[in-house]
Each structure stands twice: as structure tokens, then as C-alpha cells.
């Protein structure tokens, strides 16, 4: 038995009182209530309490009597517009995560779970969720969310416990890239078609910037004389400027292929690419100059993606170390750098050699 007090205050800024009341009922079931105490104090409150837990003990839960304190517990739905006010919004999530989050929610999330209470919630319908056709990892992505969003809900005592959510097994690819001839064919794709759409695919392929990152590179973080890119802003969809994935800036050598096309490019603004009014090139215009590069090389259209995949995958058929690609890449941590290192058969050439100088020994 336990009865515990805590201050609630809404977004609105009104504070209230709730009461935590665990006990035990006389036939014996364990009962809990989350609700709203009377009283304007922390004691009055406190007294409501315990008058209340004392009439639980004596007379049980009557019927029809826990309705309306069911109905504390929002549904998912009624959660959802709160959820991301108060902790997408209020935490300055990246407006990427933001546009995730609508998505999965409304294809996905609402219409499965939009009429439960968060407190229905259980390992039933996880299930449903997995039981739906959809991709592994598209899949995943759904209950990563959900679980994100119910772990919110428990720290803000609006369920007791989470319920287990485990993920579908994925089959890891090894992503795309261009070999050594195929890169070399897209640089003098890109070159035939101006020094705009050369300094893009060596933006991505000789550094490894993201689409975000290449579109927020101002030319005061072109460091030339030190031959090297800080690389420190990363321009949304919306235009808005954040720092880059993982809220790390990191410094990038500067190639010197890399270094011969920035030098070509006309100066129009304090954007590295740009238009001709010197505002920053939009994402549609970058995918029209891939493309086109794409098209004069004779590959099939791919993402801007493909060029920092590119970038990758060639430092380690080169022999670089997993944490050299990972710092100069700017993953967060080892296991997405790891997806590579296929590429680099030297190191297990390597390790077969010693075990091969061991046996020459015995």
C-alpha cells in the first residue's frame, strides 16, 4: 500500500495535485489509481488521498466508479498532439525527426493504436504492427517510435510500466557505391557539365558530406590554405540551419582534385553552391545535377546518398582505419562505420599471414 503526491503542470502553465494510489482490494486484486487530488495544498491533497486509499481498503473499487479515472489515461490519439508540443518541439528535435514522426504516425501508428487508451497498450498489439507486411526495417522504424513515445508517457506517470517491444530480425546490405571506374566516369560526366555540378559529386565523393552538409557550406569554412572543410552546418528541407547529424562539427581534409574545383567556382554568395541570386541551391537542384552527371556516365539515377557511401567504401579498399572513416565521415559510432570494412580484405589478408608466421615457427 502507498500513496504518493506529486505537482502536475500543463503546457497552458495550471498546476494540479495527483494523487498515486497502489493498494491492495479486499477480494484481493491489486489496484492502482492515477487522478486528479482535491485540495489546493500539498497536504490537502495529501489527506484527499488517504481518505481515498482508506475507502479502497474498507469498501473496494464499486462499479462504475473507476470510469471517469480511466478516463485520465488519454488514447494514443489524445496523446499524440501532446507528445510532440511537449517533447519533439519542446526538446528542438531535428525537423527531420519531426517530419518522421508525422509520418509514422499518421500511415502507421494512429491508425492501428489511435482509439486505446496508452495504458491498453500491450504485447498484443505489437504484434499487430509486426503482422502488418511491411519491410523489416520500415517495420522497426514504427516501433522504435512507438516505444520512444510510450517511454515519454511513463516518465510523465501517464502509464505505469512499458510494455516489451522487441524488433524483426533485418538482413544488413551492404550499401551501394561506385567502384573506381564508375566514380571516374560521373567526374567527367560532372565536368562536362560546369564546375557546379563537378564541385557537388567531389563535395560527396573526395569529403563525404551529406546533402544537408553540402548545402549549408559556407565558403568561410573552406579553409584552403589549411586544406581542409570544417564542416559545421547542415541546412534542412525547411532551410533552417543546425549543426550536422549527431550535433558534432568535424574537419575534413581537402583533396586536390577537391581543392582544383573549388577554385574554378565563381563566388556568388557566401554559400558554396548556390544560384545566381547567391541564395543556397535548393535539394531539388543538386538531384537535377546528379542526374544529369548520372545520365552522361551511363549509371541509373541514384540519391545524393550514393556519393557518401562512395566516399566510404573507398577509404577502406584503401586500407584506412574503421576509426579514421568514422571521424571522417561523422558517425556516431563504430557499427555504421563497420558496414564498410567488407571492402578492406587486406586486414583479414593480414591476420591469416600471422597465423601462417606462427605455424612457420612451431
Known amino acids: 500500500m502507498a500513496v504518493q503526491i506529486r505537482q502536475r503542470k500543463f503546457a497552458s502553465g495550471v498546476t494540479h495535485w495527483q494523487a498515486d494510489i497502489r493498494v491492495r482490494l479486499p477480494d484481493g486484486r491489486y489496484h492502482r489509481e492515477r487522478c486528479k487530488a482535491h485540495g489546493s495544498s500539498r497536504s490537502q491533497a495529501l489527506k484527499w488521498a488517504r481518505e481515498r486509499e482508506a475507502h479502497l481498503l474498507r469498501f473496494g473499487r464499486q462499479r462504475g466508479e473507476g470510469a471517469s479515472r480511466e478516463r485520465d489515461v488519454p488514447t494514443f490519439a489524445e496523446f499524440v498532439p501532446r507528445f510532440l508540443r511537449e517533447h519533439v518541439e519542446a526538446n528542438r528535435l531535428a525537423p527531420a525527426t519531426r517530419r518522421h514522426y508525422d509520418v509514422v504516425l499518421r500511415t502507421h501508428l494512429l491508425p492501428v493504436l489511435g482509439a486505446l487508451r496508452l495504458d491498453e497498450i500491450d504485447a498484443r498489439h505489437v504484434q499487430a504492427l509486426k503482422r502488418r507486411g511491411l519491410k523489416a526495417s520500415t517495420t522497426n522504424q514504427v516501433l522504435a517510435k512507438l516505444r520512444a513515445m510510450l517511454r515519454v508517457a511513463a516518465r510523465w506517470s501517464l502509464i505505469e510500466r512499458v510494455p516489451e517491444i522487441t524488433e524483426l530480425r533485418e538482413d544488413r546490405r551492404q550499401p551501394g557505391f561506385?567502384?573506381?571506374?564508375?566514380?571516374?566516369?560521373?567526374?567527367?560526366?560532372?565536368?562536362?557539365?560546369?564546375?557546379?555540378?563537378?564541385?557537388?559529386?567531389?563535395?560527396?565523393?573526395?569529403?563525404?558530406?551529406?546533402?544537408?552538409?553540402?548545402?549549408?557550406?559556407?565558403?568561410?569554412?573552406?579553409?584552403?590554405?589549411?586544406?581542409?572543410?570544417?564542416?559545421?552546418?547542415?541546412?534542412?528541407?525547411?532551410?533552417?540551419?543546425?549543426?550536422?547529424?549527431?550535433?558534432?562539427?568535424?574537419?575534413?581534409?581537402?583533396?586536390?582534385?577537391?581543392?582544383?574545383?573549388?577554385?574554378?567556382?565563381?563566388?556568388?554568395?557566401?554559400?558554396?553552391?548556390?544560384?545566381?541570386?547567391?541564395?543556397?541551391?535548393?535539394?531539388?537542384?543538386?538531384?537535377?545535377?546528379?542526374?544529369?552527371?548520372?545520365?552522361?556516365?551511363?549509371?541509373?539515377?541514384?540519391?545524393?546518398?550514393?556519393?557518401?557511401?562512395?566516399?566510404?567504401?573507398?577509404?577502406?579498399?584503401?586500407?584506412?582505419?574503421?576509426?579514421?572513416?568514422?571521424?571522417?565521415?561523422?558517425?556516431?559510432?563504430?557499427?555504421?562505420?563497420?558496414?564498410?570494412?567488407?571492402?578492406?580484405?587486406?586486414?583479414?589478408?593480414?591476420?591469416?599471414?600471422?597465423?601462417?608466421?606462427?605455424?612457420?615457427?612451431?
Not at 567527367?188 to 560546369?194: E, N, S, V
Not at 573552406?222 to 550536422?244: I, K, S, W
Not at 581537402?254 to 541551391?281: H, K
Open 178 to 362: 561506385y567502384d573506381f571506374d564508375a566514380y571516374d566516369r560521373l567526374i567527367q560526366a560532372a565536368r562536362a557539365l560546369g564546375p557546379e555540378a563537378l564541385t557537388l559529386v567531389r563535395l560527396g565523393g573526395d569529403a563525404g558530406l551529406r546533402r544537408g552538409e553540402i548545402r549549408g557550406l559556407r565558403w568561410a569554412n573552406v579553409h584552403l590554405d589549411r586544406g581542409q572543410l570544417y564542416v559545421c552546418e547542415n541546412r534542412t528541407a525547411g532551410g533552417g540551419v543546425r549543426l550536422p547529424k549527431g550535433s558534432k562539427a568535424r574537419w575534413v581534409p581537402i583533396t586536390g582534385p577537391l581543392r582544383a574545383a573549388l577554385n574554378a567556382l565563381e563566388r556568388r554568395g557566401e554559400w558554396v553552391l548556390c544560384g545566381s541570386d547567391g541564395r543556397w541551391s535548393s535539394e531539388r537542384s543538386l538531384d537535377s545535377q546528379l542526374s544529369r552527371a548520372q545520365l552522361g556516365a551511363g549509371l541509373p539515377r541514384k540519391g545524393l546518398h550514393i556519393l557518401r557511401h562512395t566516399f566510404c567504401s573507398h577509404l577502406a579498399m584503401r586500407g584506412a582505419h574503421p576509426v579514421v572513416i568514422q571521424r571522417l565521415a561523422g558517425h556516431a559510432n563504430t557499427q555504421t562505420t563497420e558496414v564498410y570494412m567488407h571492402l578492406a580484405p587486406s586486414t583479414l589478408t593480414e591476420a591469416i599471414e600471422k597465423l601462417r608466421r606462427g605455424d612457420a615457427v612451431e
